[in-house]
């Protein structure tokens, strides 16, 4: 757990690997495996599938990622992120043997003791996989406690795919993966379409189910509406919301949607609250 | 004298066009001096408008404030017209916003107000204190005004706002109808306060800037109000370079006065809005008025007159003196 | 907790007996009035009805540093205050008092703010009553009143040739004591009490909150906003100067090597407030920005904490130079026709 006494002050971590998930460049997605500098922290240390952290560069600023590794892969944190502003493009130019700040665990996380005895479907798209994938290595790592675990993940081209080489070893395991892109690529065996055509293909049984679903606000609603038209009530649904973030502790007020905030309250939302709050779709 | 129903009958009929969109005019203020801008979409509202000597604010601030949403797929945007009424000196900041191309001509509808003049709020208060007055009006060299079933009369130094004193523009300078007949000029401006200013010595300006500079708590009201400044970025809002901090001190809140003095030259219109609406007091109008005086008497130059005129820094001669280069 | 009393002519010395606090007082430049660290008691004004920019700033400064550090290195350097530290806001107004009461409730839910909370826990608040309201003041209708000891340690009232100090807390008490101060008595707290029923009855503006909450959420979509919105200038006037807004923004700043993460006044008035790094801003016009102002303070701040984070102070009515009107919005908001908050 962060310094009770302050939590403005970040840890410094130390990162052991970094590498690419999608081809280098502008938005490009690359993936950090951190540990902490003092060691001591990790007797402290404890996360959920869903929660975040501040990851900070000292000089740039520091922005709020989710934590893209579980609980149950221990040693290390990995945060997979994408480039795009200021802070962002600074941390991309981090490599193995550099440092960078974490400032967490922080926000809520998806109610993994409640879902036991559940079947999880993970609809995901984009760097929408991050928050998805510790729940997805979460169930893995805890096979006898959950269902079936299907995942449903697109991206815009194959390229686009974020954890690559985790696909085979799902389909090993006997987890079902399918896999989408937006547009025919020459060799690509699996589907072709948006992600929530996807869904209505595999048209997972809401029995005993529970979806999560992370990807850009236009794929959370059609997936969110096709998962309605497949039988899901709100309750069996569970998504991540995203919002300009500075303080991560509840306390900097810009990340409210109604009286939720996203940092503290979230990110990690049933659909049946999200209904309730018109802004959460804003 | 403006015969209100004739106003607010002209605005119905502006407003009610097809091709108009939005009117932008003033309405009564909820307390004491008080006007407010309003902007009127339905002929219904058009009673609301009002036209007498609290109407202080700039309504053609409001045309580039407008902040548009993105067009859904398969719709076409509004390009209908948005009309606005305007005082000598807020029609500047439309010519100047015109030679800036901010916006075509013909999307304007402009409604002259010829004006003789508007309260400073801040001398009201000092004189009437809370008081909101029952009608405020001008009456040859006074101004009447009626509260408590009594009726004031005072010299319009007094009470009305400083730029009126000198002001050279009361009948707009662009209008495509004028609502009154025009006023008579009276005034001249010999940039006095800026003479008074420059008897400072370096070392009294810079103590009185930072000061002035020191209690700024970068609110934006000043950029916000001001019909000049209407970039799509700010410049201090501007992350990858950041070329101002957020943070307030006296260099981050000097940097930022200072480029915004300087984005402002050749430029300002003196609406003096900015000055009106800061909360702390900081007399931003004596930066742009040394400038404006400056841009006048170097280049020969003053914004916001011409229709026709090409911006100042987009016009080059080879005759331009260059002692501002130091 | 007693009755004191002090002549007015002993202001000066009263302010330069406080040796052992660092004492803050209401102190004019220009028109401007500020609570700044008294170095010269004779500055001090009591004068302003409402001091220009609230009080907050004693506990949230506009800007401040939260640590500092070497670029380079990765030692970090916390500029926490000292909580045992000895501070003293002479002059205080009750409503602003108030609004701290209702900003402690943010900063120390779950995770604790040590910068906000080690300045409150630090500060005795010494109040100064009103006997005069501004134009805009509505304090009573926030749970408030001109002479409300709400969040003060010790109450004072101008009684003409003397001001009348009542402590509420032995924070109070310690502040008499170390100012020596005269005991006061019936005939003191009589006039005050007098003095505190009148200044009730002079301030001229009021909202029924009865329903606000709860109906607000209600009136997300309606166009009554734009009536207002539509000539807000998305400035950081109503909210820099509220005593209750209280958001932030964090920076990192270096000057050659040496770095600070600092934080800084923000407002959900701005555009950039919200807007995502891929350029979508869910709150794009100031109608959401402006429906977002009014709805924390009066729904979203009270369903969280149970208190409406608004104390009647009437700065962003007197301050806006358009005219937006707090009390205004909440009564034209109990007229509008809401509907069931609307589902996605």
């Not at chain 3, 010790?154 to 502040?175: P, R």
């Amino acid at each position: 757990m962060m310094d009770e006494s302050n939590p403005y002050l970040p840890y410094i971590v130390k990162v052991e690997d970094a590498w690419y998930e999608t081809p280098v460049g502008d938005r490009a997605v690359k993936t950090f495996k951190v540990t902490f500098e003092d060691e001591k922290v990790w007797d402290t240390w404890s996360h959920r599938p869903g929660n975040c952290a501040m990851v900070g560069r000292l000089g740039i600023g520091e922005s709020m990622f989710c934590i893209s590794s579980s609980p149950t892969e221990e040693g290390y944190l990995r945060f997979s992120i994408m480039q795009a502003g200021k802070v962002t493009s600074a941390i991309h130019e981090v490599d193995a043997g550099d440092t960078l700040t974490v400032r967490g665990p922080l926000g809520n996380s998806f109610p993994m003791e409640e879902w036991e005895g559940k079947n999880i479907v993970s609809i995901g798209g984009g760097i929408g996989q991050a928050p998805l994938r510790p729940v997805i290595n979460y169930v893995r790592a805890n096979k006898d406690k959950y269902g079936d675990l299907k995942v449903l993940y697109g991206a815009r081209t194959s390229d686009l795919h974020c954890f690559k080489t985790e696909f085979d070893e799902y389909s090993g395991e006997g987890t079902a993966c399918h896999l989408a892109i937006d547009v025919e690529e020459e060799g690509w065996p699996h589907f072709v379409g948006f992600v929530p055509d996807l869904l209505m293909e595999v048209a997972p049984s809401p029995e005993n189910t529970i979806a999560v679903t992370c990807g850009p606000p236009i794929l959370i609603k059609f997936v969110t509406q096709n998962l309605e038209k497949l039988g899901f009530t709100p309750d069996q649904i569970y998504t991540t919301l995203e919002e300009r973030m500075k303080c991560g502790i509840g306390k900097c007020g810009r990340c409210n949607v109604g009286s939720m905030y996203v940092c503290k309250d979230g990110p990690v939302f049933s659909y049946e609250t999200l209904k309730k709050i018109p802004e959460a779709f804003a | 004298m403006v015969d209100l129903k004739e106003l607010q009958d002209k605005a119905k009929e502006v407003i009610s066009r097809d091709d108009v969109r939005r009117l932008i005019g003033w309405q009564r203020g909820t307390y004491g001096f008080e006007s407010a801008p309003i902007v009127v979409t339905d002929a219904s509202d058009a009673d609301k408008l009002i036209f007498d000597p609290t109407c202080v604010q700039n309504p053609a601030s409001f045309i580039t404030l407008e902040e548009k949403r993105p067009v859904p797929r398969g719709q076409e945007p509004d390009t209908r017209k948005v009309a606005v009424m305007v005082k000598g000196c807020d029609s500047r900041a439309i010519v100047q916003q015109l030679v800036e191309k901010a916006y075509p001509r013909e999307n304007v509808i402009v409604m002259g107000m010829p004006c003789r003049g508007v309260i400073d709020r801040r001398k009201a208060a000092a004189l009437f204190g809370d008081v909101t007055p029952d009608e405020v009006k001008l009456d040859g060299d006074k101004v009447v005004v009626s509260l408590n079933s009594e009726t004031k009369e005072l010299a319009r130094g007094d009470i009305l706002a400083d730029k009126c004193m000198r002001c050279r523009y009361p009948n707009p300078l662009v209008s495509d109808e004028l609502m009154t007949e025009e006023v008579e000029k009276w005034g001249a401006d010999e940039f006095a306060d800026v003479d008074e200013f420059e008897k400072m010595s370096p070392a009294d300006k810079w103590k009185f800037w930072e000061e002035q500079f020191s209690k700024c708590i970068r609110c934006y009201s000043c950029r916000n109000v001001c019909p000049m400044c209407y970039c799509v970025e700010c410049v201090v809002a501007k992350l990858k370079p950041q070329w101002t901090r957020r943070s307030t001190d006296i260099s981050e809140n000097a940097a930022y006065h200072v480029q915004r003095a300087w984005h402002l030259s050749g430029r300002c219109i003196e609406c003096m809005e900015c000055q009106r609406v800061c909360p702390v007091d900081i007399p931003i109008m004596t930066l742009n008025r040394k400038m404006t005086r400056d841009v006048k008497e170097m280049f020969d130059y003053e914004p916001g007159v011409d229709v026709e005129a090409e911006p100042l820094l987009a016009c080059y001669n080879p005759q331009d003196p260059e002692d501002y280069i130091m | 907790m007693g009755d004191y009393k002090f002549a007015k002519d002993k202001l000066a010395e009263v302010l330069s007996s406080l040796g052992d606090y660092q004492v803050f007082a209401p102190t004019p430049a220009g028109d401007v009035v500020r609570f700044l660290e008294v170095k010269d008691p004779a500055a001090v004004t009591l004068e302003s009805a409402n001091s220009t920019v609230p009080p907050k700033e004693l506990m949230f400064p506009e800007t401040e540093t939260l640590f500092k550090y070497r670029l380079g290195d990765t030692g970090l350097d916390p500029s926490v205050p000292d909580a045992s530290a000895r501070r003293l806001v002479f002059g205080i107004r009750p409503c602003d008092a108030m609004a701290y009461t209702i900003v402690d409730n943010l900063f120390s839910w779950d995770f604790t703010d040590p910068y906000y909370l080690n300045r409150r826990e630090n500060t005795t608040l010494v109040g100064f009553a009103c006997g005069d309201p501004c134009a805009n003041c509505f304090c009573p209708s926030m749970g408030g009143a001109p002479a409300s000891e709400k969040g003060l340690d010790a109450l004072m009232f101008d009684l003409g040739d003397t001001f009348y100090v009542k402590t509420l807390t032995d924070k109070g008490d310690a502040f008499a004591k170390a100012a020596g101060l005269d005991a006061a008595g019936d005939a003191e707290s009589k006039a005050a009490e007098k003095q505190a029923e009148e200044a009730l009855g002079k301030v001229k503006r009021s909202i029924d909150t009865a329903g606000i909450p709860e109906k607000l959420p209600s009136l997300y979509d309606h166009p009554f906003w734009e009536q207002f919105s539509d000539r807000c200038l998305s400035c950081g006037i109503c909210t820099f100067l509220c005593p209750t807004c209280h958001c932030f923004d964090i920076q990192d700043e270096a000057e050659a090597f040496n770095a600070r993460r600092a934080r800084m006044w923000d407002t959900c008035m701005f555009a950039e407030y919200t807007v995502h790094t891929s350029g979508h801003n869910p709150r794009p016009t100031r109608k959401e920005r402006t429906r977002n102002r009014i709805s924390h303070k009066y729904s979203y701040f009270p369903e969280k904490f149970d208190v409406i984070a608004c104390v009647g102070c009437g700065r962003c009515i007197n301050n806006c130079p358009v005219n937006i009107d707090l009390l205004d919005i909440l009564e034209k908001s109990k007229q509008a026709e809401g509907k069931e908050a609307k589902t996605a």
